[in-house]
């Protein structure tokens, strides 16, 4: 009898083959099943990225001037761009123009099923079942990044820079390495997360060439047979790194992590990462960096096992030392961390799973997970269209009616929507093109000014802001020298932006119509407070929670203000609807009760019969 060769197992007896006949079919009409639940739920969220609307609002210019853009149109700073992501913005753009925001949502799970598709790609034959256990779960682990972005077809084109060159080092195709080429082309005009690849590709080609020169002395940490084609390998990347610079910016999107060095204290996603973050908010991505390190400690890859070899390469190593280095070093990295190592979890640990049909359905069963999980966990909610907690349709109606006059003062977060739906009547502030169009000096003044006085003013008096277009979801904090002036009124409010007039200027009529008593940074629980003892401003009050009802007749703070409102004109009848809008729009808020309350304190002062 013939030994199979060392690292191979004899194949399985004849009815084992005709029990897997069976069961691959059915785990790949799982997997099918799995992977649509996974896609519905990715489009099925609501748009929700900040800066999608200002790509949206580039492309639409882009495609009017029908060429490059050298000066920005869309702020009244009119400083030239440095770089436009043309392939994205411009695609992006006729999505929307085409299919609407359901297409755009489509595209999203579109890219979340590529990303998944080349990671499993990864896995060799004995590694495959096991590889869709380990996608699905890096799929949730990511999902919160898994957004309509540019952002996200980095992931899509990193997962596939991952593929051709674990298909290169396996000697599959060699010359298809080049297509690498025109690939980082068209990349580097999609996002700039372009650099991550390239230095992915550089690290590769080092290590091959690594590999042949050593000659095996370093045993199994540089393989000689790895070395093969190093050559061809370090002239595509050499290739491919010139190709990024084919674009507007030229050799300094290279250099794009510093220039956006300036923004990572101000925005959420370019935090440091912490233990605490990812034990609290990513709890799979901690996970999976768990299972990398029992990839490299107790797995192997089947491609060494069969030349009896069980450690892991240094390409293992600094591929696992790389997305260490950049998950750590911003909350926004920890997707491109997942992405690299998965395919080394599946290789390294899958041959250690038994050959056994129940791993292989289980595996397969897994990916049914990934719809439920995105739905429980997802910061966003569901539906067709733009998330109304993010950007306010209300606000653009009421500034396109109202056209207040002169220079807007914007949070950076909706630039890009003031972009997208109201250029070219208005201009904006800021956006978020940030260090690309913006001054960073001018950026630093404007992170200072959302919450202190001095910037604030020094700003206004450099650029003359007559009106301002502030986020205002509740628990924010932006906004706040406009709502502690007196300079300044709100005259439009709702769960996601307010609107503010100056009181001097060339809008001081528009002011007169809006609120009296209210900013966007009150507290309602200071509201019911104050309409329970009703003191002298008590009318004031009520004026300004009727306003903000007839203006978010769907906002479970404006009805709990309206409800104030009745309480302090000790108006039962219009506690009750406001009451019942609470319970409409929010079954599960405290409003109600807290308003009830609010009543019985205000029963037991004695004054309900002298309205």
């Not at 979801?473 to 932006?497: F, K, N, Q």
Request: hydrophobic share 50%; charged share 20%.
């Amino acid at each position: 009898m013939i030994s199979p060769p060392r690292g191979e197992r004899a194949g399985p007896p004849s009815g084992s083959v005709r029990r897997s006949s069976f069961v691959e079919p059915a785990n790949a009409a799982l997997v099918l099943l799995g992977a649509l639940g996974a896609v519905a739920s990715v489009s099925l969220r609501e748009l929700a990225d900040f800066d999608l609307p200002g790509h949206l609002a580039v492309g639409r210019l882009v495609a009017a001037h029908r060429g490059p853009l050298r000066v920005d149109e869309l702020s009244y700073t009119h400083r030239p761009v440095a770089n436009v992501e043309y392939i994205s913005d411009l695609t992006l753009y006729a999505i929307a123009r085409t299919f609407g925001p359901l297409g755009l949502q489509l595209l999203g799970g579109a890219m979340a099923f590529a990303i998944a598709a080349l990671l499993v790609r990864h896995g060799a034959r004995r590694t495959r079942s096991f590889g869709f256990g380990i996608v699905a779960l890096a799929i949730v682990a990511i999902h919160p990044w898994l957004l309509v972005r540019p952002a996200t077809a980095s992931f899509v084109f990193l997962a596939l820079e991952l593929a051709m060159l674990r298909a290169h080092r396996d000697g599959a195709h060699p010359r298809r390495v080049f297509w690498l080429i025109p690939i980082f082309a068209v990349w580097a005009n999609v996002h700039g997360f372009v650099v991550i690849g390239a230095i992915l590709l550089l690290t590769e080609a080092l290590y091959r060439l690594a590999c042949r020169l050593a000659r095996g002395r370093l045993g199994a940490l540089a393989p000689a047979e790895e070395g093969r084609d190093a050559g061809r390998l370090a002239l595509v990347a050499l290739l491919a790194i010139a190709a990024t610079t084919l674009n507007q910016a030229g050799l300094r999107l290279l250099t794009s992590p510093f220039r956006a060095a300036h923004d990572f204290g101000h925005i959420t996603e370019w935090a440091t990462t912490t233990g605490s973050f990812l034990v609290e908010d990513a709890p799979l991505v901690l996970v999976i960096g768990l299972l990398t390190l029992a990839a490299l400690v107790l797995g192997e890859d089947p491609a060494d096992a069969s030349r009896g070899r069980t450690s892991p390469t240094l390409h293992d190593i600094g591929l696992v030392l790389l997305a260490f280095a950049l998950g750590r070093s911003a909350v926004r990295m920890l997707p491109v961390a997942v992405i690299l190592v998965a395919p080394l979890v599946i290789r390294r640990l899958g041959p250690r799973l038994p050959e056994r049909a129940w791993v292989a359905t289980g595996c397969a069963l897994a990916t049914w997970l990934v719809g439920p999980a995105i739905v429980l966990g997802s910061p966003t909610s569901f539906g067709i269209g733009w998330d109304p907690d993010h950007f306010s349709d209300g606000a653009v109606a009421f500034v396109d009616d109202a056209r207040p006059v002169g220079h807007v003062y914007n949070s950076l977060a909706l630039g890009g929507w003031l972009d997208w739906r109201l250029f070219p009547r208005f201009q904006t502030f800021v956006d978020h093109r940030q260090g690309w169009v913006h001054d960073p000096a001018t950026l630093a003044e404007y992170y200072a000014s959302e919450t202190e006085p001095a910037p604030f003013l020094d700003l206004t008096r450099q650029f003359d802001f007559q009106w301002a277009f502030v986020f205002a979801r509740e628990g924010s904090t932006l906004g706040l020298p406009i709502a502690h002036s007196p300079s300044w009124a709100m005259v439009y409010w709702d769960d996601s932006a307010a609107v503010y007039v100056r009181t001097d200027g060339p809008n001081a009529r528009l002011a007169r119509t809006g609120y009296r008593l209210l900013r966007h940074l009150t507290s309602p629980g200071d509201v019911l407070v104050s309409s329970v003892t009703r003191d002298e401003q008590a009318r004031l009050l009520a004026h300004d929670g009727r306003l903000a009802l007839a203006q978010a007749p769907n906002s479970p703070r404006a009805a709990f203000l309206a409800g104030c409102a009745a309480i302090a004109l000790r108006d039962r009848p219009a506690l009750d609807a406001a009451v019942a809008i609470l319970r409409r729009v929010a079954k599960a808020s405290p409003g109600a009760a807290l308003l009830e309350e609010g009543w019985g304190a205000a029963e037991a002062r004695g004054d309900l019969a002298h309205p």
